[in-house]
Antibody, heavy 122, light 109 residues
Framework: QVQLVQSGAEVKKPGASVKVSCKAS????????IHWVRQAPGQGPEWMGIINPGVGSTNYAQKFQGRVTMTRDTSTSTVYMELSILRSEDTAVYYC???????????????WGKGTTVTVSS | SYVLTQPPSVSVAPRQTARITCGGNNIGSKSVHWYQQRPGQAPVMVVY???DRPSGIPERFSGSNSGNTATLTVSRVEAGDEADYYC????????????FGGGTKLTVL
């Protein structure tokens, strides 16, 4: 079945970086874009950006430009999200989610990973 | 940037109908998607493209979109429907971006 499996929880100090992985299975990896969404405690989801696993092109939310990098490894069907210069406000659950449309993003997310908790604390 | 406005909470008795609204400027011209999120779990898409339902989602979940308001309707509400619900659009202007509403807590009385 289609699934996205994310890496485990992380604890980081302010100023550090974190890299979260998301391994896809059950479908053609390069045919569907992947979104990254985060959710701070008690808050709603916040979109961070999108990657085209086929060619590696990205589009980041303005808020995160300069701090976020999304990459992919087609040999392992895995996408990565790296967030740098972490601050306490980056404490959140980070989700990867598949865009529901083949080849061109539709904006809706039909399959989600279970989430990766990132805690930023000194 | 585009703003989606949802009521913080909606309460309904079992077997009644819940309607959750999502307001936005001329939202009827956009495709609206809805997600259900239970505590401690990832969101699950329950409606996409205003009114389409993914496989596995009960027919009790339906959506509509017109003018400045999109609506998620949950018919014959069950205790298991208690969750947070988020609307979402994909902005495709000069800067592509995803916008989520603030969320609505559906309480089953």
């Amino acid at each position: 079945q289609v699934q996205l499996v994310q890496s485990g929880a992380e604890v980081k100090k302010p100023g550090a970086s974190v890299k979260v992985s998301c391994k896809a299975s059950g479908y053609t990896f390069i045919s569907y874009y992947i979104h990254w969404v985060r959710q701070a405690p008690g808050q709603g989801p916040e979109w961070m950006g999108i990657i085209n696993p086929g060619v590696g092109s990205t589009n980041y939310a303005q808020k995160f430009q300069g701090r976020v990098t999304m990459t992919r490894d087609t040999s392992t069907s895995t996408v990565y999200m790296e967030l740098s210069i972490l601050r306490s406000e980056d404490t959140a659950v980070y989700y990867c989610a598949r865009d529901g449309s083949r080849r061109a993003p539709s904006g809706y997310m039909d399959v989600w990973g279970k989430g990766t908790t990132v805690t930023v604390s000194s | 940037s585009y703003v989606l406005t949802q009521p913080p909470s909606v309460s309904v008795a079992p077997r009644q109908t819940a309607r959750i609204t999502c307001g936005g400027n001329n939202i009827g011209s956009k495709s609206v998607h809805w997600y259900q999120q239970r505590p401690g779990q990832a969101p699950v898409m329950v409606v996409y493209d205003d009114s389409d339902r993914p496989s596995g989602i009960p027919e009790r979940f339906s959506g509509s979109n017109s003018g400045n308001t999109a609506t998620l309707t949950v018919s014959r509400v069950e205790a298991g429907d208690e969750a947070d619900y988020y609307c979402q659009v994909w902005e495709t202007g000069s800067d592509q971006t995803v916008v989520f509403g603030g969320g609505t807590k559906l309480t089953v009385l």
